[in-house]
């Protein structure tokens, strides 16, 4: 597996790196964000599932939309360089919001970088990958994403140890938005062949779409419906005891782990199926999430219960995209990533808004389990509903 890691193409590398930048900026903000929200902002739940909820789904609408046009234009630089600057450039923009009102503008601004980029990326990740090898480049892609997202919150955490305001650690976050910039540009892409595929009219009934990847698509919003924001976990791991500078060292433990089982995971995936793994990733998800409503300050059952989060990370992040390309022709992968983001964020929307009311009006516990039996369901659906219908 490490011959084959080495010799992955040169833009699979760049792109890895330039994930890894990105998210070291990105997630040293994140388990931040909720600490800033209640204590500077003094907003709730409430205002943590609409602001997390609005961006991802606006982030998802530009998913599609960038790759369609991929698909059209069959060039993913100019939205690769364009999404990750805009992103990188608007959070330290954060230390000025006064208001959870400017904060939903700029995470706004943030997910709309995110939606330019997404599906242009994943398209020429695959691209780059012969099939044989699909699920070890999306795996290298998120374990380097990951390692980002472990150097991030030990950042966080070192800063908020020698107590730097929470306003000036979003300040930091310039110094990855110009490495990134400058990786993006060395991007290398080859010219569209000359006998380029007949172009298919875009159809938003998905009839240009494969049976088998509309019913995936139903298993992926079932499952996200019960994927709300990850910063309620980090709410919640302090509210039972978790002290605040632990906080995004707990979050880093998460990506350490996912950064870890990403690869081998994603790659054991192109030996045993795609949907074996998911359905394993997809079952820890729910341990997790039925864990977690039980918990009562018990720092080491936390930290034991993000590391399974850590695992479900590795085992569906990478998979979940090496399904979308095998389940979909050649030239339609940047339309089918769009929909496969589209799908996600589109469903993050009630689903954050549906968890936090869950979460403040009712209890934390409710909130947990409905999504544990959404991940039980969207399991059960990959094997009967997806598995035995695979072209």
Known sequence: MIHGIL???RNIWLIGLISL????????????????????????????????GIAEATASLLKLFSGVIMDRTRTAKPWIILGYSLAGFGRPLIALAGSWGWLLLIRFADRVGKGLRTSPRDALL?????PNQRGLAFGLHRAMDNAGAVIGPLLAFALLSREVPLAHIFLWAIVPALICLALSLKIRESAPAASAPKRVAFDWRLGDMPLVFKRYLVVVALFTLGNSSNMFLLLRAK????PSEYVPLLWAAVSAVAMIFSIPLSALSDRVGRITVLVCGYTAYAIFYFGISATEKNTGALFLLFGLYGLFMGATEGVEKALVVDLVAEDRRGTAFGW???????????ASVLFGFLYQGISPTCAFLFSGCCAIAAALLLIFFVANRRP
């Open 21 to 52: 930048c990105n998210d070291s900026a990105s997630e040293m903000l994140y388990p931040v964000i909720p600490l800033y929200l209640s204590s500077v902002l003094m907003a709730g739940p409430r205002a943590l599932g609409i602001i997390e």
């Open 7 to 9: 010799n992955l193409p």
């Open 126 to 130: 695959a691209s780059c990958a012969a």
């Open 239 to 242: 509210e039972v005891g978790m």
């Open 340 to 350: 496969f983001n589209l799908t996600t964020g589109l469903f993050l929307l009630p």
